[in-house]
């Protein structure tokens, strides 16, 4: 009984995943424009700080950015993508989702899987930024980079689950996320580096979810490299443990209030 309830629980995360990932590969524009937005970030926005202001930082600037950029993009696009559900729900499109006998953690679960798919195709506009601008890749170190990415799409999504359990509108959703992201892109680390940040600017660039994540995929990329003590702000286990802080409680609590929102319509 309990491998038949197993069963119809992986089945239903694989079909969501599937609906999300059919979506995404519908949607050309949406493809293009999650490969052209790092490109935009990184060869104009970036190039102009590495000429302008990144001359005494003692290591490759663009290289620094396209980590941090990796991590932004996944992050963004889940959190972007779990919006979508408020729309969804708005358009009454989840409606047979949530009557069914299915654990709402696992409709979470594949739409998170879905949307990932998103992301990790705009990680190709990274590699083409890198590769025009002459920008080291660090050979395996990008690929143990890009296996732990799924770590970063699962922070964004839960994130993101956390903020529509307290949304209602579609617009707000909209303009709230916009509102979410933007902050900590330039807070967490992505673009600048913040390791010298005091204040309010300090306290909020480390309790930002992005900022664990950024930092734990600049540890995985700079180990064993000479600049890793300039660049890796805590301990690979304090990011990951941070970072399991942030999932449990932002999936646990937006997916309870998300549930309960939809029983209320």
């Known amino acids: 009984m309990l491998m038949t309830k197993a069963q119809k629980e992986s089945n239903a995360v694989v079909a969501i995943a599937a609906r999300e990932i059919t979506k995404g590969i519908k949607n050309p524009v949406l493809m293009i424009v999650s490969i052209v937005f790092p490109i935009i970030f990184i060869g104009i ?10 001359g005494n930082l003692g290591y490759n600037y663009l290289q620094f950015m396209m980590i941090g950029m990796i991590v932004n993009s996944v992050f963004t696009g889940l959190i972007t993508g779990m919006s979508s559900l408020i729309e969804e729900r708005n358009q009454n499109l989840t ?10 953690y696992s409709i979470i679960l594949g739409k998170m899987i879905g949307s990932s798919f998103t992301s990790i195709v705009g990680l190709i ?10 920008i080291p890749l660090g050979g395996m170190h990008i690929v143990w980079l890009f296996l732990i990415t799924p770590l970063f799409c699962l922070i964004g ?29 330039f807070l967490s680390g992505a673009m600048i580096p913040i390791q010298h940040s005091t204040g309010i600017l ?10 664990y994540c950024i930092d734990l995929a600049r540890a995985v990329f700079y180990s064993g490299t ?3 003590s300039q660049i890796v702000l805590y301990h690979p286990v304090t ?13 646990i609590v937006g997916t309870l209030m998300f549930t309960r929102s939809e029983r209320n319509r």
């Open 95 to 104: 409606q047979e989702l949530y009557v069914s006998p299915i654990s709402r």
């Open 157 to 185: 999504g839960s994130l993101g689950i956390f903020f529509i359990g307290f949304v209602q509108d579609s617009k707000t959703a909209d303009i709230g996320s916009m509102l979410l992201v933007m902050p900590q892109m």
């Open 202 to 211: 300090g306290f909020l660039a480390h309790i930002m979810p992005m900022t």
């Open 45 to 54: 926005f970036g190039g102009s700080l590495s000429q302008n202001m990144a």
């Open 226 to 228: 000479p600049v890793y």
């Open 125 to 134: 506009g990274i590699l083409i930024v890198a590769l025009l601008m002459h």
């Open 239 to 251: 990011d990951l443990l941070v970072m399991a802080g942030f999932f449990l409680v932002f999936t």
